[in-house]
């Protein structure tokens, strides 16, 4: 992928090639400015290479128009942010339920509820995020991504904003979801700990894969 800065091109990934495997745990760590949120925002359609293709569940996206794109996206894919990203005018719920909302589906009060139940938040249904700590936003954030059940899901720095132990608390319930509800995760993080939980760690330098960590009982599935 280029970037066009200065009347000059600027490469941000190139040489980018790589599978990722039905309900596998993918890691992408390297330095900042090396490329892994770019990466994590082309799987998610939010940019678009200049060169090569992106397949998910045989879809080509990066053939899909903008409009499409964003179906596509609300059916198939859950995106965890650093920042958290709630909408400051809906309550916790509102913010759960919002993705459902968007595909038209009327009826996901009570799915939103049995998730909030299930990242401790039961107690905070309506509360705005302006009253939650960093915490519950991330959780809250945790229950929206898994709402419409994507079978992909990414994190980006889902731990950045926290402090160890409530970083360590929402990754263990991220583990726990991706678990129950069966999705591809595929988080970037600075955390070589957190990385070292994945099946798979694939290291950006530059804009480059440098090095892709396979442990030896790494299970093989169907391309996601």
């Known amino acids: ?53 992106i397949r998910i569940n045989q879809t080509d996206i990066t053939t899909l128009t903008e409009t499409e794109m964003a179906h596509f996206r609300r059916k ?26 968007l595909q038209g589906i009327s009826t996901g009060t009570l799915r939103a509820k049995a998730l909030l139940q299930s990242v401790g938040l039961e107690h905070r249904l309506h509360h705005y995020p302006v009253q939650l700590s960093g915490g519950e936003q991330q959780r809250v954030a945790l229950a929206r991504a898994f709402i419409v059940r994507p079978p992909l899901l990414l994190a980006d720095e889902p731990t950045g904003n926290l ?10 319930l991220l ?35 440098v090095n892709e960590t396979r442990p030896p009982l790494l299970s093989s599935g169907s391309e996601a």
């Open 163 to 172: 402090d160890s132990s409530t970083g360590a608390m929402v990754i263990d």
């Open 76 to 101: 198939h894919i859950g995106y965890v942010f650093q920042a958290f990203h709630l909408l400051p005018t809906l309550t916790a719920l509102e913010n759960v339920v919002l993705p459902l909302e």
């Open 1 to 53: 992928m280029e970037l066009q800065a200065a009347n000059q091109s600027v490469k941000i990934l190139q040489n980018i090639s790589f599978e990722v495997f039905t309900n596998e745990v993918v890691a992408i760590v390297g330095p900042s400015g090396s490329g892994k949120s770019t990466l994590l925002g082309l799987l998610a359609g939010l940019d678009r290479p200049t060169q090569g293709s």
């Open 175 to 209: 583990w726990e979801l991706h678990q129950q509800h069966g999705s591809t995760l595929i988080l970037v993080t600075h955390d070589m700990s957190l990385a070292a939980r994945a099946q798979r760690i694939l290291a950006l330098r530059d804009g480059v894969m």
